[in-house]
């Protein structure tokens, strides 16, 4: 089970997704009341040992009460804290801030640092930060959403069909919510990639049961041999499908048996 399907499922239960926050997120995933909290543990390419000393020493001193004191008292490299900051751990700590101006702060901050470590001096760095530093506006939404894909591995803050509204606008299909509607026709339905199981045939053929959704249900799909090995490459957790086929029920279970697959 994936962490997109963890993710989609519980906020189809009606739970509040909480981003990562440096203060706030543990490495796993945190369950209070009505909202998940992502783990720190879904943060692609972060160093696990300097994750944990950070939480570690949250645990023993407390949270951070500023960027600057989190960059004073970790040891992380540069190139973990800005996936940190991409992903927008610092976002609650630092809400007059810009996650570009943060990045400036910690270009600004391993530069002058480094080079008082070879004088043998303190930075001032460590002290106070810089006013002389870029104060960059935040980045546009569509530079904000990729650098979550690329720190998070996909989409938590919305689901992502929605950055395809005017597309699927454009389309006629139908909502997997209401598949039960339509048992024994041929649809179009649009799903993005959840998860899937491969298994094979008496005849020893590939074939696959594929889990997709779309914004309204995670819903039931069979790739048979044909399908899948006509269609089986294009099935990613990149992009949107649209899936066709006929909608089939057997012991209560409504599922898609997909002919036709394409790029939205």
Same mark, same amino acid.
């Given at each position: 089970?994936?962490?997109?399907?963890?993710?989609?499922?519980?906020?189809?239960? !009606?739970?509040?997704?909480?981003?990562?926050?440096?203060? @706030?997120?543990?490495w796993?995933y +945190?369950?209070?009341?009505? &909202?998940?909290? *992502?783990?720190l #543990?879904?943060?692609? %390419? +972060?160093?696990?040992?300097?994750?944990?000393? *950070?939480?570690?020493?949250?645990?023993?001193?407390g949270?951070f009460s500023?960027? @600057? @004191?989190f960059?004073?008292?970790t =040891? #992380?490299?540069?190139?973990?804290?800005?996936? /940190?900051? =991409?992903a927008?751990?610092?976002?609650?700590l630092?809400?007059?801030?810009?996650?570009?101006?943060? /990045?400036?702060?910690?270009?600004?901050?391993?530069?002058?640092?480094?080079?008082?470590?070879?004088?043998?001096?303190?930075?001032?760095?460590?002290?106070? $930060?810089?006013?002389?530093?870029?104060?960059?506006?935040?980045?546009?939404?569509?530079?904000?959403?990729?650098?979550? *894909?690329?720190?998070?591995g996909?989409?938590?803050s919305?689901?992502?069909?929605?950055?395809?509204? $005017?597309q699927?606008?454009?389309l006629?299909?139908?909502?997997?919510?209401?598949?039960?509607?339509?048992?024994?026709?041929?649809i179009?339905?649009? !799903?993005w990639f959840?998860?899937?199981?491969v298994? &094979?045939?008496?005849?020893?053929?590939? #074939?696959?049961?594929?889990?997709?959704e779309?914004?309204?249900?995670?819903?039931?799909?069979?790739?048979?041999?044909?399908?899948?090995?006509?269609?089986?490459? #294009?099935? %990613? &957790?990149?992009?949107?499908?649209i899936?066709?086929?006929?909608?089939?029920?057997?012991? !209560?279970?409504?599922?898609?048996s *997909?002919?036709?697959?394409?790029?939205v």
């Amino acid at each position: 089970y994936s962490a997109f399907a963890y993710i989609s499922e519980s906020r189809r239960m !009606g739970l509040e997704i909480k981003m990562p926050d440096i203060n @706030h997120s543990e490495w796993q995933y +945190i369950g209070k009341n009505k &909202s998940i909290r *992502v783990g720190l #543990m879904q943060l692609k %390419s +972060i160093n696990r040992g300097a994750m944990i000393d *950070v939480l570690k020493y949250r645990r023993e001193k407390g949270p951070f009460s500023s960027f @600057h @004191h989190f960059l004073q008292r970790t =040891k #992380m490299d540069a190139a973990d804290i800005a996936i /940190l900051i =991409k992903a927008g751990c610092f976002d609650e700590l630092e809400p007059g801030q810009t996650r570009p101006q943060l /990045l400036w702060q910690l270009k600004s901050y391993f530069a002058v640092t480094q080079t008082d470590r070879k004088k043998g001096t303190l930075s001032l760095f460590e002290v106070e $930060a810089s006013p002389n530093l870029p104060q960059p506006p935040a980045f546009d939404e569509e530079t904000t959403l990729q650098q979550e *894909v690329e720190a998070l591995g996909f989409l938590i803050s919305r689901h992502p069909l929605t950055l395809y509204r $005017a597309q699927l606008n454009e389309l006629s299909y139908i909502k997997g919510s209401e598949l039960k509607k339509y048992i024994g026709q041929r649809i179009t339905c649009i !799903g993005w990639f959840v998860t899937g199981k491969v298994t &094979s045939t008496k005849q020893e053929q590939m #074939m696959e049961f594929i889990s997709f959704e779309d914004t309204t249900a995670i819903y039931e799909t069979t790739f048979f041999p044909k399908t899948y090995d006509r269609f089986i490459h #294009m099935v %990613s &957790s990149d992009r949107p499908l649209i899936l066709r086929g006929k909608v089939e029920a057997e012991f !209560g279970a409504v599922t898609l048996s *997909v002919d036709q697959v394409e790029f939205v």
